[in-house]
């Protein structure tokens, strides 16, 4: 099954993108290609979006969410068709999944398209193309369909699917005061490096004990000292579907650079997390999880390919063997006659029909197959099926039909079917028994026993932990085990440390209820059957030589050498003088929180004036005060654990009509900046600025709040002023942020403007010796201009302008009239804005040339955070769909040194060939073609790659399904990359380089080798003005984060 299962294999998908932009041509009204025998569609890949198709496969296949989303109508998420309406509040993002989802459950094609879905997301043309982790993909995606399902029934649907919480406690060995955290998770991310598989991971990260002692001890604040404690973390809520990511990428602090852990990894088909969870009084199958979806990731930490293997529980597809038609009997005429016939069963079926009773040695067999045939079994079929004799070799003895039935400790077999001449409803065959078909006696060489009186039982047994030496110490195993029902009670010691104990039952199933009852010393040779023994019962097997550290439950709960908590701590934090900081206060999980802070103020001996104006706020691990408990709660309501600690702070506690919030400035928190405040859950988003800019003493409107996603990171904007709290789902204990910026209408576009300038002649680059050399001097102006931070180039003759305001749905030449209104570059005097040639700003440098005038800006692409730079032209240029931009530039004979660059326009009509490219540069500079030699330069690593015919021939004719193409690896062609030329009749070195690429190289290498510090090495670069840029220690693109914009709704 898992053969080739990293072996890519993209004939099935029609209509594919390979390379970069490059779509295969199919006909204008070519139907798509239909679903095959399996009748399930696939989802065409953009060009780098296999870690989404494989995401959104895995979501389509669970019935939950998939049948979770279809419940949702267009009255709570709108209609596509109203989504440009000004006024419409349009769920995009959902509908676009529903869509999609349909396509591939209704639509009779072989691969459907997420085109309209990620357009949904804002992504652009390079976003598509880029590959990102399906782990940050899949947390990104839950926090937008979150957001987008705000004031719907399925506001809960990621939560209710996906949520789970991990509680973290410190155990203080003095007091043993438990101080804990809370946290939330969609995926368990768990540690590959070092560990052999899955449950291993989860067992170092929830059940084995960080012990803090000699030289790392705890500041407990209970005793207020450094003590010895104990730190653990547990699974608190399971979610009904648990995703569990690999952190299979690491950084190699040595090498500085990232790699990708390619150990062996194991995981089971069904996982059993009770050992891992903090309560375990639940039935077994509570916390049985069965393997569902596996994606697959294949390549290095820096790119690859990923694909995905699910369960199909719903039946969707087709997985039954295609039926052949059936082949009649033939004889050994039919088979020498007819050549086609190559089925080895088939041939050997002949023969035997030929011989008396069908019987015939193994060595007399392969004799009459080589006379007959005309050749040996081993020249002809051994290499595919094996050995003969290997091939006759199924049953060692007898058959047997024996049937058999699933029980909780496995497969068990019952009853042995005797007489061939018996019909199946006279041996009293149920419909939809199973059959189990063996020799008798053995499976895989073990005896097994049959029958209703040795039926296996699974139970569950508990014991003290084994030290190793013989002796045992405080931790309790409990571990299922599997007993025959005939087998003494007294084999159960085996599964124990120690030989001999005392054995107990109970027979509630569960190890915290019912009650435990020994079993006498006489009955331990008596059979579980007989003791009343059945699947689920515990047993706990107690050393009969310590009583003191006895596991007997205790007035019906469970014991686990830790005495019972019945406490709450209460810490003074009023600022006002007392006796005492802190008391404890006897309570139980019913006790009321209002009780709880009356006590305390009593035994503090504070002021009873208190009572009117004070509340109770727990403290997590690291000190913060969390959001008040309400007074009217009972501890458990408030899920408030025993011998937690409580703050007694001044201040009333909020309402169940008000909320409280914390608020930072800033989208990069940092601990205990927070602030906090109070407000009504009817006020509106801003009122609620307003109030948190008057807090912290800002003034101004050049502000908007911002959510804090689930894993604490800077979220979606709260974009409608008039929203209110209540609405946008703000709940007490929720972070929101403070950050510049007031933002743009629903579809405005703020985009930084930036010029650029060529040094020289129009259409030219001047450089003295290397192509990317760009001048800094008077054409560079730091701008404090709002807008320009983050946007300025530390390269070249780029100049901010300033920010422009417009809509996505202005075209191009839009946005050029008002960049030419800008005042700076007022002063510039361009004519008219197609003497304007535009660009992405990408890596500090012009990156993506946007063609056509008249297109809307939004079909571009170009993302909320997109920044243009223009370039000033001679004469108006006409770009057509299938041509290139290039700088040329010509080498310098005898001399490490280029001239000026050129722009060269390259037709690529007729493919992007090197051939086709190496005319085109000869034409241009009107010399041979055979007399020249051309290679594009990569600028993040110094490096001249050469470009030869020859060179992309061998690589077809190794690689038949590669195309001969410039855009796909090694070059990765693409508008306003540098082509170096160089003249044989005058030049016949081989040499591209230049003296200021050996220096960019010498300056990269102690990065390589790790002699130099990375900090040390940046600041060197980025203050030597001639040098290009800051470079990565590795050829490859800057890194992006990945988003995707979801709009607020009401």
Known sequence: MFGDLFEEDYSSVSNNQYGKGKKLKTKALEPPAPREF???????????????????????????????????????????????????????????????????????????????????????????????????LNRILFSALETSLIGTSGHDLISRLYHGTIVNQIVCNECKNISEKQEDFLDLTVAVKNVSGLEDALWNMYVEEEVFDYDNLYHCGTCDRLVKAAKSAKLRKLPPFLTVSLLRFNFDFVKCERYKETSSYTFPLRINLKPFCEQS????????????????????????????????VDHLGNWEFKEEKSKPDVNLKTLQNEEEIDDPLMILQAVLLQEENNLITVDQLGQKLLKKMGISWNKKYRKQHGPLRKLLEFWEGDMILSIAKHVPAGLHIYQTLDGDELTLCEADIADGEDIFVWNGMEVGGVQIETGMGCEPLLLNVL????????????????????????????????????????????????????????????????TFREQGFRDGSSILIQPSHNEESSLLPKQGKWINGVNEIDWIQVKNLCQLESEEKQVKISATVHTVVFDIRIKAIKELKLMKELAQNSCLRPIDRNGKLLCPVPDGSTLKEAEV?????????????????????FFAMGTNIQPGTEMEVIVEETLSVGDCLKIMLEKSGLSGDAWHLRKTDWCYEAGEPLCEENATLQELKICSGDTLLLVEGKLPLPGVLKMPIWWYQPRGPSGHWESQDQPHSFSQGNGWRASGTQGAAGHVPVEGSLSYLGDVEISEDAALVDLKFQARALAPSSELAVPAPALLRAWTVESKRPGRLLRADRQQLKEYKLGRRAAICLEPLQEEERLGPQDVLLRTQMRIPGERAYAPAMDLVWDTARGWTAGSLRQKVADFYSLPVEKIEIAKYFPEKFEWLPISSWNQQMTKRKKKKKQDTLQGAPYYLKDGDTIGVKNLLVDDSDDFSTARDD?????????????????????????DVVSSAVTPVRPRGPEASLSIHVGSFR
């Open 463 to 526: 014991h003290r932990e084994s030290s190793g030496e013989g002796t045992t110490h405080g931790r309790v195993i409990e571990s299922p085990h599997v007993f025959p029902a005939n087998a003494e009670v007294a084999t159960v010691l085996t599964a124990a440390p120690t030989p001999a104990g005392m054995v107990l039952v109970n027979r509630a199933g569960s190890a915290g209820e019912g009650s435990w009852t020994a079993i006498p010393q006489a009955d331990m040779k008596k």
């Open 38 to 136: 399996t009748n399930l569609s696939g989802i065409r890949n953009q060009g780098g979006t296999c870690y989404l198709n494989s995401l959104l496969q895995t979501l389509h296949f669970t019935p939950e969410f998939r049948e979770a989303l279809f419940s949702l109508g267009p009255e709570e998420l709108g209609s596509l068709e109203d989504k440009d309406k000004p006024d419409a509040k349009v769920r995009v993002i959902p509908l676009q999944l529903q869509r999609l989802f349909a396509q591939l459950l209704l639509l009779d094609q072989e691969a459907a398209s997420t085109v309209e879905l990620t357009n949904s997301f804002g992504w652009t043309s390079d976003e598509e193309m880029r590959q990102h982790d399906v782990q940050e």
């Open 281 to 312: 009084e639940l039935d077994d199958l509570e916390y049985v999880y069965d393997l569902f979806s596996v994606i697959i990731h294949k390549g290095g930490c820096y790119g690859g390919h990923y694909h995905v293997y699910i369960k199909d």
């Open 641 to 661: 654990k025993m011998g937690s600690s409580l703050g007694l702070c001044l201040g009333k506690a909020p309402t169940s009509s008000q909320l409280f919030l």
């Open 999 to 1023: 220096a960019g190289r010498d300056r990269q290498e102690p990065l390589a080798h790790g002699k130099a510090g990375s900090r040390e090495v940046l600041c060197a670069q980025s203050s």
